[in-house]
């Protein structure tokens, strides 16, 4: 069982980027995460802006015992209109994608955890955002279980215009999420955010 309190963030730096374009091209991660793999100037064309704050989606390193382990995004869902037409989720709504990078950290029940600290200490520490949504490939039933174990629920599956597949959409509202941490015996646990939020 994974320690809650060994699990962290923080924000990505452009000096991690060499480390993203290496998890970016790891099989286990292509498999649901851009399939065809990326260059690294392609890395830091997409992610640089985004670094810099130049960009709406914020991005950071998941971390455990203090060591990078993966990457996690947030965003919020009317910053992406077409996005938003298409998955419906409601005013307020943030997004969040992620992945775990290190394969030695993968299906070792880290996934909820995660989750749920990101949302409590990143994503609903935003006054503004009430609902979380996630929207993995139906066919990612490991990611849909760690979903769920985190509080998300099934909402619908959608066919959004441009992309090859499906999407599972899943949400969670601050209220269900809190309810469900008090069920679970999830609080508290892991490492919250400093300054560099």
């Given at each position: 069982?994974?320690?809650?309190?060994?699990?962290?963030?923080?924000?990505?730096?452009?000096?991690?980027?060499p480390l993203?374009?290496?998890?970016?091209?790891?099989?286990?991660v292509m498999e649901?995460?851009?399939?065809?793999?990326?260059?690294?100037?392609?890395?830091?064309?997409?992610?640089?802006?985004?670094?810099?704050?130049?960009?709406?989606?914020?991005?950071?390193?998941?971390?455990?015992?203090?060591?990078?382990?993966?990457?996690?995004?947030?965003?919020?869902?009317?910053?992406?209109?077409?996005?938003?037409?298409?998955?419906?989720?409601?005013?307020?709504?943030?997004?969040?994608?992620?992945?775990?990078?290190?394969?030695?950290?993968?299906?070792?029940?880290?996934?909820?955890?995660?989750?749920?600290?990101?949302?409590?200490?990143?994503?609903?520490?935003?006054?503004?955002?009430?609902?979380?949504?996630?929207?993995?490939?139906?066919?990612?039933?490991?990611?849909?279980?760690?979903?769920?174990?985190?509080?998300?629920?099934?909402?619908?599956?959608?066919?959004?215009?441009?992309?090859?597949?499906?999407?599972?959409?899943?949400?969670?509202?601050?209220?269900?999420?809190?309810?469900?941490?008090?069920?679970?015996?999830?609080?508290?646990?892991?490492?919250?955010?400093?300054?560099?939020?």
């Open positions: 069982m994974p320690a809650r309190e060994a699990i962290g963030f923080r924000r990505l730096h452009l000096s991690d980027l993203l374009h290496r998890w970016l091209n790891e099989s286990h649901w995460w851009g399939r065809d793999g990326v260059t690294f100037e392609a890395v830091v064309d997409k992610y640089g802006p985004r670094i810099a704050g130049d960009h709406s989606t914020r991005c950071y390193l998941i971390l455990y015992e203090q060591r990078p382990i993966g990457y996690i995004q947030t965003y919020r869902i009317a910053d992406y209109p077409d996005y938003a037409v298409c998955v419906q989720v409601g005013e307020g709504a943030a997004g969040v994608d992620l992945f775990i990078g290190d394969a030695r950290y993968v299906h070792k029940g880290l996934g909820a955890p995660i989750l749920t600290g990101f949302l409590r200490n990143v994503v609903f520490a935003q006054s503004t955002i009430d609902v979380c949504a996630m929207a993995p490939d139906p066919a990612n039933r490991a990611a849909i279980r760690a979903y769920e174990k985190a509080g998300f629920r099934y909402l619908k599956t959608v066919q959004c215009p441009g992309e090859p597949r499906p999407e599972y959409v899943m949400s969670v509202d601050r209220g269900r999420l809190r309810e469900w941490a008090l069920r679970a015996g999830v609080g508290g646990g892991e490492r919250r955010l400093g300054d560099e939020l």
